[in-house]
């Protein structure tokens, strides 16, 4: 099994959910971070947050950073966050076992410093599974947060760099079946955490 695991799609289509079930309380050993969909009480969008990935797993204590503020039209990124507490988040990751980032691949990559220290992050020998966001997902971003066509170009080099990576599989769940994600995401999980 190849130590480097992406899953991608649509959004909704279980990525992050799929992760999440079958790594269950092996998540409270993670490093790296997840992102949180943050909502009023009646379930109206209000953006998403940065957190720690060992919180997918119940590990308390640590305040969310608003990344993606939904509340404003058009929505705000926080592109700071990933200058500073994105950045810190991938150096500690190397202390752990294993690593999650969930997701990545989106509007961060246009953060030097970030997108540095990501680079230095994919060639660390420790396992790491994730969510890369799709292309497709990345245009829907360009247009509503008001990206140029460079973030484009970093998104295709970023994925182009994984596929060739020989330590790296993506599985699209548009054209896979789920059953055969959750099998080798298992299987992941089985043989690094």
Known sequence: MKKHLFLTGVSGSGKSTLINEVLGERLCSA??????????????LLGFDLMPACTAGGVQGFEAQRIL???????????????????????????????????????????PQFRAKLADFLSYEQPIIGVLKGLENAQQLRRSLGLGEKYIAFANRLKAALEDDSQTMIIDLASTDSAYARRLVTQWADEYC
């Open 31 to 44: 490093g790296g971070f997840i992102t949180r969909r943050a909502e009023d009480g009646a379930g109206n």
């Open 69 to 111: 503020d939904y509340s404003v039209r058009p929505p705000k990124a926080f592109t700071e966050v990933f200058r500073s507490y994105g950045v810190q988040l991938l150096d500690e990751a190397q202390y752990y076992p294993f690593s999650v980032i969930d997701e990545f691949g989106g509007f961060e990559i246009i953060v």
